[in-house]
């Protein structure tokens, strides 16, 4: 693959992983569940 497709693809994923962050801020049901099954580990 040359460079600037390498690049255009790790801004698309970086990009995917924030809107995915963002859009799981908006389920506070959601990080509840997740912040107690952590909580459970320790």
């Given at each position: 693959?040359?460079?600037?497709?390498?690049?255009?693809?790790?801004w698309?994923?970086?990009?995917?992983?924030?809107?995915?962050?963002?859009?799981?801020?908006?389920?506070?049901?959601?990080?509840?569940?997740?912040?107690?099954?952590?909580?459970?580990?320790?």
């Amino acid at each position: 693959m040359r460079p600037v497709a390498v690049r255009a693809l790790a801004w698309s994923v970086a990009i995917a992983a924030l809107l995915a962050t963002f859009a799981l801020y908006h389920r506070p049901d959601f990080l509840v569940r997740l912040a107690d099954q952590l909580w459970s580990c320790f």
